[in-house]
């Protein structure tokens, strides 16, 4: 591992919002993933083995899949020594993992650089602490003008989930981490309403426009 990535912190995410960044390429050399204004190439994650695959052939490698109940995301571990380091690691296990995040073939995955069993009751642990630092970065929002921008990204957005047929009201949560969720569903709410959208099915946002 380079001093380049030792260096970058490891940002303790859950998987789904890892998922939400944005890979950054240099040509076709991924650099890091863009998520809101933090720019991502370590991470510090807790979840469950839930598959595990180990190569019989010549090249040595192992794939972990990894849930934490926010998604789903790959361990991609390449190399003899570093696949006879991780081998131990089963199905069933409930693991901190701290690595280097990765994008390839429109997939973002983790190389694992430390994996260490846990409690399965860590998991929990994670989500209140990683729910609790949320909740303390965001403000309120007081100001009129300040609400009605936070709604006029919302309706972009879902103007822009028109070619996929809508968006999720969870998935813009997710998308907006700086606005409070009950700011978020208040001016939707508004937004239904106006009759600018509508909802095809309860929690599916659509422009009605």
Known sequence: MTDQYKRNVAYKLRIGDILLGKPIFDGEKFIHLELGAKT???VNVVGNIIDKYESEGEKKYLFFTLDDGSGQIKLKIFGEDDAKRFKGVGQGETIVVIGVTRSWNNET???????????PKYLLVRKLELERQKKEAIKPVKDKKEAQAIKDRILERIKGAENDGGIDSEKIILEFREVSPDTINEEIQKLLEEGIIFEPRPGRLRYLG
């Not at 995955?109 to 409690?119: A, C, F, M, T, V």
């Open 40 to 42: 991502i190439s370590r």
């Open 109 to 119: 995955y983790i190389q694992p650089e430390i994996i260490s069993g846990k409690d």
